[in-house]
């Protein structure tokens, strides 16, 4: 499991991820929770959590979303402090908003250069390209094309070359 920090309703919390096929197991205060994002639009999902259906409204901006859960509204806020602190050590790429996954244009073992695409998202109805931050080779690949994926999901694990790095 990937442990993970946000901020929910002003309160850091942590959060263990697992991704165990198209279904995130959410592990948080005890809890153990198994979400399937079923569809996916500009301002709702539809969820299936521990196999039951939720549609759930949303608001993205930047790293904050707003949705409502049980009749309330929850913001969730994922800072460019976590993001920073996360990948000086894993040296991985995120999905920076919620979209599908159309395009993987790099494979685990492939030599990158610095602004090579690597993932191309369709989100908000327009495509997103991840690059590579720097030279370097990729070590894994964490998505599937047609795949739905969330703010902060890493896409792709990239080692850097010596030189880069």
């Not at 969330?150 to 080692?159: C, R, T």
Request: one cysteine or more; hydrophobic letters at 40%.
């Amino acid at each position: 499991m990937t442990d993970k920090r946000v901020i929910l309703d002003g309160d850091e919390i942590a959060v263990a991820l697992e991704k165990e096929g198209q279904v995130w197991r959410v592990a948080r205060d005890g809890r153990d929770d198994r979400v399937e994002i079923v569809s996916m639009s500009d301002d709702h999902a539809i969820l299936l959590v521990n196999g039951r259906r939720h549609v759930v409204d949303f608001l993205a901006e930047g790293g904050r979303v707003q949705f409502a859960w049980n009749g309330e509204i929850h913001t969730v806020e994922s800072g460019s402090s976590i993001h920073r602190k996360s990948r000086q050590h894993d040296h991985s790429m995120s999905a920076p908003m919620p979209g599908v996954v159309r395009k993987i244009l790099a494979a685990r073992g492939d030599s990158v250069s610095k602004g090579q695409p690597l993932v191309v998202l369709e989100a908000m109805k327009m495509e997103h390209q991840i690059t590579a931050p720097y030279d370097g080779t990729v070590e894994s690949v964490a998505c599937s094309v047609g795949e739905l994926v969330q703010p902060g999901v890493d896409l792709i694990g990239l080692q850097p070359t010596d030189e880069a790095s």
